[in-house]
């Protein structure tokens, strides 16, 4: 069981908001709620949220824009709450920083299931797959904290961007195929699919180029590799 978490659930309905939190509760998770994009962004600069449930559509910024405000503000975990079950939605969504989409109607046992495996992510450690801390040009790894460092300065990363990176840096530079970057990246999933690679990559590359860390390369139809800055 994972420790109780503060959820911000966000929702225009007020009916779902009362059922997650009624399903969440069960747990011991603490919820806090908006029902409107200006609140929950609001209300996720003030709280500090450990996990964001989000709903699509609402009043105001619609669910899309609320997610990339807190994702620029912040790095807790976004799970996508919607009735939108259309594959361009999920690709969107993923591809602005969600970490998981889960399709209404839903029940508790695959709520609680999600919740848990999106924190895991976060804070995982496992031997077999993390190794210990691993460095490439001016960029360090910390697994047991989840961090990323390029020189003294700490990149704010989801944990989706976490796991492509270091996947990309355990490789020391040689290419990383596709298939097995998205495995890194969503090992919840049994088919990632990889259109989700290229935006959450851009973000990333993004990211590293600002702080003048290692250079993400894209090999067309292959896969990805890291290389040295070359400032």
């Known amino acids: ?16 908001v009362g059922a997650i939190t009624a ?17 929950a962004v609001r209300r996720f600069r003030e709280e500090h949220p450990d996990l964001v449930l989000l709903d699509l559509a609402m009043p105001g910024p619609d669910g899309f824009t609320v997610a990339g405000q807190i994702r620029s503000a912040g790095g807790a975990p976004i799970i996508v709450v919607s009735g939108e079950s259309s594959e361009a939605a999920k690709v969107k969504a993923l591809g602005i920083g969600a970490d998981d989409y889960l399709v209404k109607p839903f029940g508790r046992a695959e709520l ?15 031997s077999g797959d993390l190794g210990g801390p691993a460095t490439f040009d001016r960029l360090s790894l910390d697994p047991g904290r989840h961090e990323a460092r390029v020189g003294d300065a700490l990149l704010t ?3 989706t961007e976490y796991r492509l990176l ?7 530079g040689d290419l990383v195929p ?9 090992p919840a999933e049994a088919d990632p699919d990889l259109l989700w690679l290229k935006p959450h990559l851009a973000r990333l590359r993004s990211k590293l ?18 290389e040295p800055s070359t400032g």
Not at 23 to 39: C, M, R, S
Not at 166 to 172: I, N, Q, W
Not at 180 to 186: E, K, S
């Open 1 to 16: 069981m994972i420790r109780p978490l503060r959820i911000l659930v966000v929702d225009d309905d007020p009916a779902m």
């Open 23 to 39: 399903l969440v509760g069960t747990e011991g998770h603490q919820v806090i709620t908006a029902y409107d994009g200006l609140t």
């Open 112 to 126: 609680l299931a999600r919740i848990a495996a999106v924190m895991r992510r976060v804070g995982r450690v496992e």
């Open 157 to 159: 990363l989801t944990p």
């Open 166 to 172: 270091e996947s990309l840096v355990r490789a020391g």
């Open 178 to 186: 596709h298939l097995r970057l998205a495995r890194a990246g969503w």
């Open 209 to 226: 180029t600002d702080a003048g860390g290692p250079t993400i390369t894209a090999i067309r139809g292959v896969g990805y590799r890291v």
